[in-house]
């Protein structure tokens, strides 16, 4: 059996992801496909509109083999950590032949050069870096001018610039620095850019424009804009506005789940935030992700200015430090991820299990070959876990408590019972 892997968040899932999954099947002639996903929260630091299990079975109904869970750790971490995280994941299964990603570039070969380049980091490229970051550049930028320098290739530089580009040239590190046997592919990705806010007319919306959209399906409640209220928007008419942008599976899901499951949006965790920082000083916030003294001293020093999240969020941004990497830190806060336990983890192994989210029953098989050849336990029950190390119940006694908050947020967003994460059972359809 051939089998491709492909890193994804499918937040929401919509007909771009489709289009990647055919594809890679396609470039690649595997016979199925094994997806690593975000959980609960992704890689731009903050809660995925809706709950994971929901995407899931979007993803499985759409042609994904079976569907197993970045640990938040990776999920919620820089690009680096992110990719590192995910393909170290699909490396240990064992049984994955190829990765499959998109890129705005689509040239593999291009993309390989300047993986390579950033990850031997040679000593004249290395001095460049230093020097931008000494002027006060954020470290994207200081990076993007860096590799100009030292290439004197224009086209080069600019991969940097684009986000599936960046995400491309770090699974291509990771590949190196894993001594991967698995091969790299890369297609095209269609349609609008990936920060993109308005519908695309061809069908190929980003995610970042679907979920503006569906933040109008909020009506009264709380929405990721403003923490205030829209006019009532009939959903039908929304409906109507994606009818060609998702596969109509994930749009008979999104229409049954409504304000029942999602939409959920980075204010809707504001107490809980403010909760976290309201119990911390500077010299403890540092041990966080993403967190250094200054911001930690920003954090601080405006905790008093804190209205809600993505308020406070976009008042700490700094000329130096991207609205991303804020995000990103007080997600990491939130959730009580830390420096030392990332190091703990990556010098471990990266990994200490695979938890399956879901799988087709047709494909029953692949979930027992994983099992046979992957040197990592396959967690179907939390029940399971007990044989873990001291490091993989740590690692999995955070993915349980940001799933369980957030549950605990849908609960009290939409007066739905709630669902703890140990009662939760696998997506299979």
Known sequence: MKIVGLITEYNPFHNGHLHHIKEARRVTGADAVVVVMSGDYVQRGVPAIMPKRLRTEMALSCGASAVFELPVCYAAGSAEYFAM??????????VVDSICFGSECNDLEALSHVADILSREPEDYRSLLKTNLKKGASFPSAR???????????AYAALLDDPNNILGIEYLKALKRLNSRMT??????EGSHYHDQNLSSDSFSSASAIRSL????????????????????AFSSILGDLENQVP????ELLKDYLRVQYPVYQNDFSII??????????????????VSEDLANRICAQLDNFFNYKQFAELLKTRETTQTRINRALLHIMLGLKKDDMTEYMDSGYHFYARLLGYRKDRAKLISL????????LLAKLSDSEELPYAGQKMLRNDILASNLYMSVVTDKFRTAFQNEYKQGIVKI
């Open 248 to 251: 109509s599976c994930c749009l």
């Open 214 to 233: 569906l933040a109008y399906s909020g009506s009264t409640l709380r929405t990721e804009r403003s923490g205030g209220t829209f006019e009532n928007t």
């Open 273 to 290: 935030l403010k909760y976290k920082l309201l119990n911390k000083h500077p010299g403890s916030l540092v041990r966080y992700l993403d």
């Open 85 to 94: 995280g995910a393909v170290s994941l699909l490396d240990s299964m064992g």
């Open 184 to 189: 790299p592919f890369t297609i095209r990705r």
């Open 370 to 377: 994983i099992a046979r050849e992957s040197p990592l336990p």
């Open 144 to 154: 993007h001018d860096a590799l100009l320098e030292y290439t004197h290739v224009p």
